[in-house]
């Protein structure tokens, strides 16, 4: 939908299809290929344990026969936007603009779609670079609602996923997320604030609190692209659409006897409507 040959600007038709302008050139961030691949190792092992930082995240590099230091391993983590989940000292006090929302969810028994959605942002790689992957997703259904993908962990992605969420299913009752800078931004919040959705946040170290969305990852890092390495960052799109696709429409999940997100999403959204 987007022409660069247009007189209207790439940056102006972005914002009138409320795209990140970073997901239309989809330019990979660039690293050396010693750090990219460091970084894909450093992505499966924390995705097997979420609680470890970077301390022991050298070690157990060094156990595998990469020795680096911490320093290094610390800006890798941090360029790739994860640390570790256990408990956190405070070191620094919010911003004003950036308030913090208590988490709503706890003991609260989630039994229809759009009762709860829930969104986070994990490192996708690809052979020559990295982007990061938006996803939002229904809680009850597991269904992924949108996603988008950007060279940036800018907000403006962030909220061009919410946008399109919100325009193709409805209003959810409660959103969560982490405390990430992204979700805390005021451009998303305003988006939820005007809908009227309640808003949740995690607990800082509270490693379950998001945990469909963490499963969603694996699934989608382990089951899809580390068996296939993508050459760029269209190529990685258009697979993802692919994946993403047979993830709602036909992969059977067990926590939902068997059927599909898709499935147990419009089924009870059918139910909903009946009663």
Not at 99 to 118: A, E, F, Q, T
Not at 157 to 181: H, K, M, R, W
Not at 210 to 235: C, M
Not at 243 to 270: C, G, K, M, Q, W
Request: a neutral charge.
């Amino acid at each position: 939908m987007i022409d660069s040959e247009l007189v209207l600007p790439v940056s102006d038709q972005c914002r009138l299809l409320s795209l990140a302008r970073s997901t239309y050139y989809y330019e990979g961030a660039s690293e050396t290929p010693e750090n990219l691949a460091l970084m894909e190792i450093i992505d499966r092992l924390y995705l097997a344990h979420p609680e470890n930082g970077s301390r022991m995240m050298v070690r157990v590099l060094k156990r595998t026969g990469h020795v680096v230091n911490r320093k290094r391993v610390r800006r890798l983590m941090n360029l790739m936007g994860i640390r570790s989940l256990a408990p956190q000292k405070k070191t620094t006090t919010p911003h004003p603009e950036h308030y913090k929302y208590p988490y709503l969810l706890r003991g609260l028994k989630i039994d229809h779609p759009n009762h709860v959605w829930c969104a986070d942002i994990t490192y996708v790689p690809f052979k020559k670079g990295f982007l990061y992957l938006v996803a939002i997703m229904d809680w009850h259904s597991r269904k992924v609602l949108s996603w988008r993908l950007s060279n940036t962990m800018t907000v403006d992605f962030c909220v061009a996923a919410l946008d399109e969420a919100l325009a193709l299913y409805g209003t959810p009752e409660i959103f969560n997320t982490d405390q990430g800078s992204q979700f805390t931004a005021n451009p998303f919040i305003q988006v939820l604030l005007d809908a009227e959705v309640a808003i949740s946040m995690d607990g800082v170290g509270r490693a379950i609190d998001n945990v469909f969305i963490e499963r969603l990852w694996r699934t989608i890092k382990y089951d899809h692209i580390y068996l296939n390495p993508a050459e760029s960052g269209n190529v990685l799109r258009d697979g993802l659409e692919v994946f993403i696709d047979y993830y709602n429409e036909d992969r059977p999940h067990s926590s939902l006897d068997d059927a599909t997100p898709d499935e147990v999403y419009y089924r009870s959204r059918l139910q909903q409507r009946a009663a």
